[in-house]
């Protein structure tokens, strides 16, 4: 999966678990700052993504993430075990 | 001033020297206790309670029944074999007194008896005159228990009598028990409220010379009813509520020795458990006290208590089987009725439950962040979050992992319990919850969220 289609994916979950439009959101927003993601939504997104992509992730260094950018490189590396 | 300096170290340091994890923590001395009578220091070494025979006395069917309904017969013999368990072979829990009024005090003493358990000795209790000693007598007790009040409000009035006269009615019925062969035990009732020199050490001193002669089985013991909970564990407080001087004097100025003093207190003022271990360091060997502090108004020390101090004291479990005391909180709520407050110490529904989610997460990381002692080893009893709108993913996921039993790398992460977290939130953000998540409600929730888990773990 090239790093184009994990961002798609990041995106989609990501406006379906906030109740956003997809095309409002941006890899630079941060998910508690701008997207407003209180703790336990970070929680549920994180499960959704690893529900999408069939992997499992250390909690720890998946809640590290703070941005949508981030969470697309860190699943881009995941997948790709760059 | 000392100037202490940051020690910036690789490891934690956990000082398990005091924490064990594996025992309660350890109560470790350094030094002597001083102490100021007639003007003079003197001193206690605390460190004496490792070696010396300390132990524990119960009053449960006693005191611990004068003030709550009577048990029954059968509640009486499990729960006395159930107290020999706990105190081991090595007979931590010495003696149990009983009443010997009734028919039935006296046939539960026959069957508890009829169990041929080593410990706890069966001994009596008495008022202080001959018509109850008969029954002492009749029962084949070795030991009893005898009612003498020491302070003048129970001599004058409550008796209505005079020092003297109640001193001669005292030791009139002492000698009639060593006559018997029976070891008398003196009650020194209300002795934190007594004249000690103008009435206690006399008659202290009396009984004495009674028994000098006695082999040492049947030397007079000295109970010290601290009957209102008046006594004091402080250092240098003045008496008759200071616990280190009665016990100094009683050993010093009137000859009982350590293992012929006993204490018993009562919880009136939140001091009876403290009270009945200082009085141990303070050089007495026996602490009386009843299952569950239950005891006439605030209780008696609860035994249990005592047990875990007796381990942190020591050092060591000495043969004490700990977790009988959570057999005996189920035996007391499912067959007697009898429920103890949910946060009560080491038995209590809740007294190692969590519910606020940091705590949750602390104790999901390393358990003895938040658990006071490995008590699941020792109680048969792991710790456990309470569900409520506070306990956060982290007590999810801890209630999750016990519930399914899942261990180490088994163990699921916060994003597994994400579904159930959500519905908890729900229940209290949409739904207006006020009250705690149910165990029940949340093996729902693991059903229908982690069927797979549920299957392999639970369905069986």
Not at chain 1, 45 to 65: T, Y
Not at chain 2, 320 to 347: A, D, R
Request: charged share 25%.
């Amino acid at each position: 999966m090239t790093r184009r289609e994990i961002a798609e994916h990041i995106v989609k979950i990501t406006a379906r678990e906030l109740n956003m439009n997809a095309a409002e959101i941006k890899e630079t927003d941060n998910f508690a700052m701008e997207l407003g993601a209180d703790s336990l939504k970070s929680i549920e997104l994180v499960a959704a993504f690893e529900e999408e992509f069939g992997v499992s992730v250390i909690e720890e260094e998946a809640l590290k993430v703070q941005s949508v950018g981030g969470a697309i490189d860190f699943f881009d590396k995941l997948l790709n075990k760059h | 001033m000392r100037t202490y300096e940051l020690q910036n170290v690789s490891q934690p340091n956990l000082l398990e020297n005091i924490f064990p994890y594996s025992l309660p923590p350890l109560i470790k001395f350094e030094g002597k206790i001083q102490e100021t009578i007639d003007g003079k220091t003197v001193e206690f070494d605390p460190n004496e309670v490792k070696t010396r025979d300390i132990h524990i006395t119960d009053t449960t069917f006693r005191d611990g029944q004068q003030a709550r309904p009577p048990y029954k017969k059968e509640h009486m013999v499990k729960l006395y074999e159930m107290m020999s368990r706990l105190g081991g072979p090595n007979g931590v829990i010495r003696q149990s007194e009983f009443f010997l009024y009734t028919k039935n005090d006296r046939e539960t003493i026959d069957a508890c008896r009829s169990l041929n358990l080593r410990f706890p000795e069966i001994t009596g209790w008495i008022r202080a005159n001959k018509g109850d000693f008969r029954l002492v007598k009749e029962m084949g007790l070795k030991e009893t228990g005898m009612l003498t009040s020491s302070s003048d409000y129970h001599i004058f009035h409550k008796q209505n009598q005079t020092r003297q006269q109640a001193m001669d009615q005292y030791v009139e019925v002492a000698e009639a028990a060593l006559e018997a062969g029976i070891r008398p035990r003196c009650h020194l009732e209300d002795i934190t409220r007594a004249d000690l020199p103008g009435f206690v050490f006399p008659f202290v001193q009396r009984l004495e010379r009674l028994t000098e002669n006695q082999p040492a089985h049947m030397k007079v013991k000295i109970r010290l009813c601290d009957t209102m909970g008046f006594g004091l564990s402080y250092p240098n407080v003045a008496e008759p509520r200071s616990i280190p001087k009665l016990i100094w004097r009683l050993r010093n100025e009137c000859g009982i020795s350590s293992d012929r003093l006993e204490w018993h207190g009562h919880n009136d003022f939140h001091k009876v458990h403290i009270n009945g271990a200082s009085a141990w360091i303070y050089g007495l060997n026996a602490l009386n006290g009843t299952l569950f502090g239950f005891g006439e108004r605030c209780g008696n020390p609860p035994l249990e208590g005592a047990i875990v101090e007796y381990i942190a004291l020591k050092g060591s479990l000495s043969g004490i089987n700990l977790s009988v005391v959570t057999e005996m909180v189920q035996y007391y709520e499912k067959v007697i009725g009898t429920h103890l407050p949910t946060n009560y110490p080491f038995v209590g529904k809740d007294f190692n439950t969590t519910r606020a989610g940091i705590h949750a997460g602390g104790l999901r990381k390393f358990e003895q962040i938040y658990n006071i002692f490995d008590t699941t080893a020792l109680l048969n009893r792991p710790p456990r979050v309470s569900i409520t709108d506070k306990s956060g993913t982290d007590g999810i996921a801890l209630w999750v992992n016990e519930y399914l039993g899942l261990k180490g790398d088994e163990r699921l992460s916060i994003t597994k319990v994400a579904k159930i977290q959500r519905w908890v939130m729900d229940q209290y953000e949409k739904e207006g919850r006020m009250s705690s998540i149910t165990d029940e409600e949340l093996e729902e929730q693991v059903k229908t969220n982690l069927p797979d888990y549920y299957e392999k773990h639970r369905r069986n």
